[in-house]
């Protein structure tokens, strides 16, 4: 076993060479970029605008939905259907979507490799009401696309979503019970027609999703805009440049031939990108700031015998999502099977990130104990990691500069049998910063360790804003300006305490209104299943308050959270947030806000406010076993419903 001390201290040394006083700052999201070049790269290059056209509108003005979801990705889909399966009916359900076609994150990201990082047997929604087989242990992100469509055509809201539409604000109406929901959608070629429209809505359910916002570095020099070549986000792959189609998950990108191809960033998305175009490109350069973590992959096909006894018994896939949960979480028995049994599976530490029972709640004194029992209980998995990169990588100095030096909680863990293995190729180069970044662009390239890099191409693989980099309130991360009871936005009733909701999808202030966030909930690696009981315990929630007011059809029905009610959840996160302060000592990510997760100006309350907007700290099974407890009850405690 490697030396523990040497270890943690190498682990703080690298961290701090990657801290920068701008924090999140150092980006900027391209679709609020001042350059019109970097504007442009976020547009929509993948709706049919003359189809879209074509369609007669889901929403005219003046029209009054009971439900408004917001967003067509997988929480908006997923939103939809589970309100269906509490007994509303598609025709009460509109949905507003910003892209041209279903599928969110799937939808925008269609870039060669594209594959989903978590198993496609517990990732893909409602798959047990489907009976869908996935094709692969790993589903590619064309399989997932074409899935979600096949899930909006089941459940009858292909005429439910009004694409090409942006929420720019919601105010309440108390007197008539309603939202008052403000939009500009857009028509004609590229959707450029900007028109406002005007509805209401009973209930208003907010999606956006955690990768909503792709940025790009800024850069000195003449700026990314002011290269010459090609220039592209992965959000959305250029084929037109590379080659190839969006309709394959392995394309043959023969337009690379002969092109010198600089791709910035070595996240979970460039794992996929860099071996794909390594196979077409005559020169790859990729650019490091921070080495990933990457493990072994192993995907297969699926094997249809096996996928029977997979999905043989009811109740198979909550099972089989708990299962994994419950493994990164460390709250199972030593003797529980691991259903899912993948690196995931694998990464006790990761608990350290995503919570679970143990250290639930921790005291100050007792933060620096805890985060010691995490570091010791990663070092034999870490060791391993870095192992294997030494074994894979046959170059000694390369393999030095991929390998990473931080704890498993502190970035999202990257699965590949084909990243590591590109850097021997002779066409691959791998461009370390050691932390510092790409310094400069030329018109010609790309400026990094004081010498230029002459490039045909560059590829922005550099992520998305951070969740914690616009605050705790979802309504700014949305981009809608959300007005409740008196005129007050979300930020400003929370400004005096700090957040507060119930169970992290609802807030005092603001009547039916939910939206789905990390805030004050329970998380684990695999999204989907954190999104999936966010939109069981909402939909509930709504069907037993229509249940109360008369049935589905009733309209006028209000729900809000009680303020004691709200305080005592918060109160319950914030006693739990000390675990949390595991991500103190992590490597500068979109995780930890570029480093800038603790304020060391804060005061006391203004830690305490900031305590409030963590997840739950017991970790995703302990939440859904509390969020039970509360329904079984039958009380709604905490909920006031009110009915005309």
């Excluded at 003449?222 to 394959?248: A, M």
Aim: contains cysteine; hydrophobic residues 40%; negative net charge.
């Amino acid at each position: 076993m490697e030396d523990f001390a040497r270890i943690t201290e190498k682990y703080t040394a690298e961290a701090q060479k990657r801290m920068r006083p701008e924090g999140a700052n150092q980006y900027q999201i391209l679709s609020q970029s001042d350059s019109d070049r970097l504007r442009h790269l976020a547009d929509d290059i993948w709706a049919d605008h003359a189809a879209l056209d074509a369609q007669t509108p889901p929403l005219k003005a003046g029209d009054s939905p009971k439900f408004l979801i917001v967003g067509a990705g997988l929480g908006g889909i997923s939103a939809a259907v589970r309100l269906i399966q509490a007994g509303f009916s598609a025709d009460q359900i509109r949905l507003v979507e910003t892209a041209g076609g279903v599928g969110g994150t799937w939808y925008w990201n269609r870039y060669p490799g594209l594959h989903c990082d978590v198993e496609s047997y517990v990732y893909l929604p409602l798959l047990e009401e489907t009976g869908y087989m996935p094709s692969h242990k790993y589903s590619p992100g064309v399989e997932i696309r074409h899935y979600l469509q096949d899930v909006v055509k089941k459940w009858n809201l292909e005429d439910k979503i009004l694409f090409r539409t942006k929420v720019d604000k919601l105010e309440w109406d108390e007197a008539a019970r309603v939202w008052e929901c403000d939009m500009t959608t857009g028509r004609g070629p590229k959707g450029a027609e900007s028109t406002p429209l005007s509805v209401t809505a009973e209930f208003v359910w907010g999606t956006a999703g955690l990768l909503a916002k792709p940025q790009a570095p800024k850069l000195p020099g003449v700026g990314i805009e002011g290269f010459k070549g090609d220039v592209f986000h992965t959000s959305l792959w250029n084929y037109d440049v590379t080659g190839g189609t969006s309709e394959e998950a392995f394309p043959v990108m023969s337009k690379l031939k002969d092109k010198r191809v600089g791709i910035i960033g070595t996240g979970a998305t460039a794992i996929q990108v860099v071996p794909c175009v390594a196979q077409y490109a005559k020169e790859v350069y990729v650019f490091q700031r921070t080495p990933a973590a990457v493990y072994s992959r192993g995907q297969r096909p699926t094997d249809p015998e096996e996928w029977k006894k997979i999905s043989g018994e009811p109740g198979w896939a909550e099972a089989r999502r708990e299962n994994l949960a419950g493994h990164i979480s460390n709250c199972l028995p030593p003797d529980a099977p691991d259903l899912v049994n993948d690196e995931w599976s694998r990464q006790p530490a990761y608990a350290a990130l995503v919570a679970g029972p143990e250290f639930a709640q921790v005291t100050p004194d007792q933060i620096p104990a805890v985060i010691g029992h995490f570091l010791a209980q990663d070092a034999e998995n870490s060791a391993r990691l870095r192992a294997r990169i030494a074994t894979v990588v046959k170059d000694k100095e390369t393999a030095a500069k991929l390998t990473p030096w931080y704890p498993a909680w502190c970035k999202r863990p990257t699965f590949s049998d084909a990243y590591l293995e590109a850097f021997n190729q002779p066409n691959v180069h791998l461009v370390d910063t050691d932390g510092k970044g790409v310094e400069s662009v030329t018109p010609q390239g790309l400026v990094a360790n004081g010498a230029e890099v002459p490039l045909d191409i560059i590829v922005l693989s550099t992520g998305y804003r951070g969740p914690g980099a616009d605050g705790a309130d979802p309504s700014i991360r949305a981009g809608i300006k959300v007005l409740g009871r008196g005129g007050k936005t979300i930020s400003e009733s929370w400004e005096a305490t700090g957040p507060g909701t119930l169970h992290g999808y609802a807030s005092h202030g603001f009547p039916n209104l939910f939206w789905l966030a990390p805030l004050q909930s329970g998380v684990t690696s695999n999204h989907a299943h954190a999104l999936d009981v966010q939109c069981k315990a909402i939909s509930y929630l709504a069907a037993a308050a229509h249940e109360r007011a008369g049935g589905p059809a009733k309209s006028g029905v209000t729900v809000e959270v009680e303020l004691a009610a709200q305080e005592a959840w918060s109160m319950k996160i914030m006693m739990g947030a000390g675990r949390f302060a595991t991500m103190s000592i992590c490597t500068p990510s979109y995780i930890n806000n570029e480093g800038h997760i603790i304020d060391p100006n804060a005061t006391q309350e203004d830690m305490m406010k900031r305590a409030r907007a963590s997840p739950y700290s017991g970790g995703i099974l302990e939440f859904i076993k509390e969020v039970k407890q509360w329904r079984d009850d039958g009380k709604l405690a905490g909920i006031e419903v009110t009915v005309p």
